[in-house]
């Protein structure tokens, strides 16, 4: 990961002749749509669990078990291939075989006969996604103008994979396994990662690598140096809560909304898909919104306002459509992650300490929330009822809203309104 940023850093230089306006366009709308798929898939099995538990018996300590072992593995491969792209150069190889790879675990999914061999198929798939989006970043950071170089990481990370994998998913994976089986649904998500990884193979050229600086080396910096930093330990807190939020959601809400509540499966799949909806126009209008009236009063209010959504589901009893605008709104939280993960954290810290600063927060929050959060709250809905995790989501909402009143301020329209009332 840090490899990845310091190439965000540099631009492509020497007899590299810089891309075309629309090859850069098709680079950036190409890697989007791949991550889209990578979250299309990894999305199939949780909008599918209400027709796979009962088949293959699984507790939902296990459901639990099977999105914390795609996440840590998500996470391992997030910095080791990641790094692996910087060592050897050939970004768009670890590509292809990354998204075939991750296909091919889909494909497995479908044919998985008991939560062992379900489990190890995550796992991998897991593996296979994680690297996918550093070595995006990296692609994007050398091949795109600098000055377009923020927006073009943006649509790459976000577009994609809030409308593919989190509209486009749960309505069409859902409709296909009552029309088709479940499995079918899996053998049908893995096609588009091998159209995909064609495209990447013929349609892109392999990045040139950036020239390695002459200077010595900065010496290391520590990473608990790091962390005594203020606003960097706040947003891994915050991290951490978000994202087991998030896993927790995505994991066992599509199960109680068809087993507890009893909405179908049709019916689901079109509540989740408001997620993605929500998701797509918050990761921009949000992270606007921070830039106008500042970073601290958006992270308080979202996750404080991600309420709405757990007690919703439980308690809402009226029309469905009722609860459209309630996950729609509530799901707003989903906006501040890049805020955490990466904004406030890169204008706390000196700039050699960027690097480390986001993946301190990016890794803890993906090991921390993502790992031991849903396992966690499977092993509750065991022991009491499936309403648990959904209050373990309402907990940890409240928490992330009182741990953001303690950052600082770090958007620069709300320094300078500060600098000029101060003169």
């Not at 459209?324 to 890049?338: A, K, S, T």
């Not at 990016?362 to 396992?375: C, K, N, Q, T």
Request: proline share 6%; with cysteine.
């Amino acid at each position: 990961m840090a490899g990845v940023m310091a190439l965000g850093q540099g631009t492509v230089t020497g007899n590299v002749r810089p891309r075309s306006a629309g090859y850069q366009a098709w680079l950036v709308g190409l890697l989007s749509l791949n991550f889209g798929i990578v979250f299309f898939d990894r999305q199939a099995l949780n909008v599918l669990m209400p027709f796979v538990q009962p088949e293959l018996g699984l507790t939902n300590a296990q459901i639990g078990l099977l999105a914390s072992g795609l996440s840590f593995t998500w996470a391992i491969a997030a910095f080791g291939i990641g790094k692996l792209s910087d060592t050897i150069g050939n970004r768009k190889l670890l590509l292809v075989g990354a998204t075939v790879g991750f296909s091919l675990c889909c494909f497995l999914s479908g044919v998985a006969t008991s939560f062992l061999f379900m489990l190890c198929a995550r796992m991998l798939m897991g593996a296979a996604e994680g690297g996918v989006m550093p070595i995006s970043h990296a692609m994007v950071a050398t091949e795109v103008d600098p000055r377009r170089r923020g927006l073009a990481q943006g649509i790459a990370q976000n577009f994609g994979s809030n409308l593919l994998g989190s509209f486009l998913a749960p309505v069409l994976l859902v409709w296909f396994g009552l029309e088709f089986g479940w499995r079918n649904a899996f053998f049908l998500a893995s096609i588009p990662g091998i159209i995909c990884a064609l495209l990447i193979w013929f349609t892109l050229e392999e990045p040139a690598v950036p020239p390695r600086s002459a200077a010595p080396d900065e010496p290391a910096h520590r990473v608990m140096d790091v962390l005594r930093t203020r606003n960097v330990f706040i947003c891994v807190a915050l991290g951490v809560l978000m994202v087991s939020y998030f896993v927790i959601c995505l994991t066992f809400l599509p199960i109680y909304l068809t087993s507890v509540r009893g909405y179908t499966p049709t019916e689901m799949s079109w509540l989740i898909g408001t997620l993605g909806i929500s998701a797509t126009i918050g990761s921009f209008a949000i992270s606007g919104l921070s830039d106008l009236v500042g970073r601290r009063p958006v992270m308080i209010a979202m996750p404080l306002i991600g309420i709405i959504l757990p007690l919703g589901a439980l308690y809402w009893s009226g029309s469905i459509w009722g609860l459209v605008p309630i996950f729609f709104f509530g799901w707003g939280l989903n906006g501040i992650f890049p805020l955490f993960m990466a904004t406030v954290p890169s204008e706390s810290v000196d700039p050699r300490q960027a690097a480390t600063a986001l993946g301190l927060t990016m890794g803890s929050a993906e090991i921390l929330g993502g790992v031991f959060a849903p396992s966690l709250a499977g092993v509750a809905a065991d022991a009491t009822s499936l309403a648990a995790p959904l209050w373990i989501m309402v907990v940890r909402a409240i928490l992330g809203g009182i741990v953001a009143m303690f950052l600082k301020e770090t958007a620069p329209s709300q320094l300078r309104k500060r600098s000029t009332a101060t003169a």
